[in-house]
């Protein structure tokens, strides 16, 4: 499984970034995908989750009613809408899945959040 994220940029705070990620692979749609991302100097944390179905999400505490994870199983894609951006938003982020846990990851792509 390979997966490939787009969408990354410069956004602005209090502004909008959708990320896109696209899996190959015929059993994406029973994956578990997320999103985690990776600032500058610091590890990378878990942003968001959302199981195969998409009936269930979960998200970290300083994302939580601003990102927003969906996917469409029928594009294999999983999607990050970021809204309400902050400085502290700036990291490369990460899409990933796997069957029950994160075992494919991406390549990440870069969000910068200009104040």
């Known amino acids: 499984v390979q997966l490939q994220a787009f969408g990354g940029g410069l956004g602005q705070a209090g502004g909008s970034l959708r990320l896109s990620c696209v899996a190959s692979g015929r059993t994406f749609s029973s994956y578990l995908m997320g999103w985690f991302r990776q600032a500058h100097g610091k590890e990378r944390e878990f942003v968001a989750r959302?199981?195969?179905?998409?009936?269930?999400?979960d998200y970290a505490a300083s994302v939580k009613g601003r990102f927003t994870i969906s996917r469409d199983n029928a594009k294999n894609t999983v999607y990050l809408q970021m809204n309400s951006l902050k400085f502290e938003d700036t990291a490369v982020y990460y899409c990933?899945?796997?069957?029950?846990?994160?075992?494919?990851w991406g390549q990440g792509t870069q969000v910068t959040v200009s104040s």
């Open positions: 959302i199981t195969w179905s998409g009936a269930r999400t």
């Open positions: 990933a899945g796997g069957t029950n846990r994160f075992d494919y």
